[in-house]
Nanobody, 122 residues
Framework: QLAESGGGLVQAGDSLKLSCVVS????????VGWFRQAPGKEREFVAA????????RYQDSVNGRFSVSRDSPSNTAYLQMSRLNPEDTATYYC?????????????????WGQGTPVTVSS
């Protein structure tokens, strides 16, 4: 029900835009979040958007470099990533939740995509 795309290999300083198509009933995606998991590390919150209001939240390390948005007609969420650095290398996941009390908590999301890998070379 969630499908990410747009990952790839880029150089430090480049930009990349990830997409996440969320299919299913509208209430499934009250909040859409982006998470990432680097090799050997735990999955961490990156950004989230409240679908109806468009309100956004970001992890401190990406604030100002990443931007999350959504296009309601196409049921697609986006993660625009700029000024990428090697520390951003990870598999990126989108997730959707109906009742999300803490957008930074994986446990609050009901549906997950399969992930798309992003590699940033120095």
């Amino acid at each position: 029900q969630l499908a990410e795309s747009g990952g790839g290999l880029v150089q430090a300083g480049d930009s990349l835009k990830l997409s996440c198509v969320v299919s299913g009933r509208p209430f499934m995606k009250n909040v859409v979040g982006w998470f990432r998991q680097a090799p050997g590390k735990e999955r961490e919150f990156v950004a989230a958007i409240y679908w109806v209001a468009g309100t956004t939240r970001y992890q401190d390390s990406v604030n100002g470099r990443f931007s999350v948005s959504r296009d309601s007609p196409s049921n697609t969420a986006y993660l625009q990533m700029s000024r990428l650095n090697p520390e951003d290398t990870a598999t990126y996941y989108c997730a959707a939740g109906r009742v999300v009390r803490n957008v930074m908590s994986e446990a609050d999301y009901d549906y997950w995509g399969q992930g798309t890998p992003v590699t940033v070379s120095s």
